[in-house]
């Protein structure tokens, strides 16, 4: 309903309820994250919610960021404590963010939606590719930060959208991201498919019905 809540909820409880690693947690989240919002997107698009310039430009920054940042931490090796580190100072940043995003997002958008109005479609589509990049490096890292990020983001960048068009563009753009990101932690081992198995039983039910309330 939201596109706010898979990774920013989710692998804080995975590590500090379960006890999960915080690597195998992320690379859960975003396999989980992947599969979840691709029914969510399914939902989106049927209702023709999503506007696809904004996921396009998105994803055009986020996928290169998200390749090269699943490199970095293939380099660091994910079992080691200089990758365990760089995820839990990834991981509190992005939280942060997410807050701060979520707490003050309408005071944010009021601040610079006049200023953000008068740009030039074509410094808009610079600064989409730009926000996406930045999300790729989170999410790979965090797995935190495509929900309350990106959709404070696209308030600021296309004001004129509705709420589920937002929100739906948001989910549609976290699906390649998180499937890209999620398929390099699984190649680094990162993954508890039991756990993630689990996990979809609930999240699948739910992001279709809550999909389809939010177009509505």
């Known amino acids: 309903m939201t596109g706010v809540g898979g990774g920013s909820l989710m692998t804080p409880l995975l590590i500090l309820l379960f006890g999960i690693h915080p690597s195998t947690a992320v690379g859960t989240d975003l396999l989980y994250a992947a599969a979840t919002k691709t029914g969510g997107s399914v939902v989106h698009g049927l209702a023709r919610s999503i506007h696809w310039p904004a996921v396009i430009r998105l994803a055009s920054?986020?996928?290169?960021?998200?390749?090269?940042?699943?490199?970095?931490?293939?380099?660091?090796?994910?079992?080691?404590?200089t990758a365990h580190s760089l995820v839990n100072i990834v991981l509190a940043f992005a939280l942060i963010l997410t807050a701060t995003s979520l707490i003050f997002r309408n005071a944010i958008v009021e601040l610079f939606r006049e200023r953000l109005d008068r740009i030039a479609d074509r410094t808009v589509a610079r600064a989409t590719v730009a926000v996406g990049a930045a999300l790729g490096v989170l999410v790979s890292i965090s797995s935190v930060g495509a929900g309350a990020v990106g959709v404070t983001a696209l308030l600021l960048l296309y004001p004129r959208l509705p709420m589920a068009r937002i929100v739906g563009s948001d989910i549609a753009h976290a699906v390649p991201l998180t499937l890209v990101a999620g398929v390099g932690h699984w190649a680094m081992g990162a993954i508890d498919w039991e756990l993630m198995g689990v996990l979809l039983v609930g999240s699948l039910p739910g992001i279709i019905i809550g999909s389809y309330c939010a177009t509505r």
């Open 61 to 81: 920054g986020s996928i290169p960021a998200s390749i090269l940042t699943l490199l970095v931490l293939w380099q660091l090796d994910l079992n080691s404590a």
